[in-house]
């Protein structure tokens, strides 16, 4: 006596066919692939995020130390003869500009203080940004105003 559930059902089959087998490591092996991908590109980002991450700490404790200082004490760098430093593995530009600020009644002298961190390769004086796609590059700008 044979109930409606098993009607269809093939008894005389006892495995699982070429066709079968070859189906399922295909949808396997397409999962794979689609998770390793992720990862990567997951990998790829928090790694990113990490480096834009210290290099804004290393280009805020650049500024908190010139924002310390007295304002005769700040030394002027134009564009050219610029200061480049590594820390940690980040090349950190840093630029000053001394200007006037005129439209007041009382004419304010201003120092212009620009930090440009970006993520290195190297080490030593063989150091080098790395490619464009990867590179974590901030820039910070503050203005120190003489009293």
């Known amino acids: 006596m044979r109930s409606e ?13 070429f066709a079968e ?17 992720t990862l990567s ?4 980002a928090l790694q990113k995020a990490t480096a834009y991450n210290q290099s804004m700490i290393i280009g805020q ?17 134009d564009p050219d003869p610029e200061v480049t430093t590594t820390k940690d ?6 630029y000053v500009l001394e200007g006037i600020y005129t439209y007041t009644p009382d004419v304010m002298k201003y120092k212009k203080l620009t930090v440009v961190v970006s993520k290195a390769e190297g080490v030593g004086s063989d ?10 590059s901030i820039t910070l ?5 003489e009293n």
Request: avoid cysteine; charged fraction near 20%; aromatic fraction near 12%.
């Open 127 to 136: 150091v080098k940004l790395k490619n464009s796609r990867k590179k974590s």
């Open 61 to 77: 404790r650049t500024i908190e130390y010139y924002k310390s200082m007295k304002y005769a004490s700040i030394p002027i760098h």
């Open 21 to 37: 087998v070859l189906f399922s490591i295909g949808i396997v092996s397409v999962v794979i692939v689609t998770l390793i991908g």
């Open 41 to 44: 590109s997951g990998l790829d």
């Open 5 to 17: 559930f098993y009607h269809g059902m093939n008894f005389k089959s006892r495995g699982l066919g």
């Open 141 to 145: 700008e503050t203005i120190i105003i």
């Open 89 to 94: 593995g980040f090349i950190v530009d840093l």
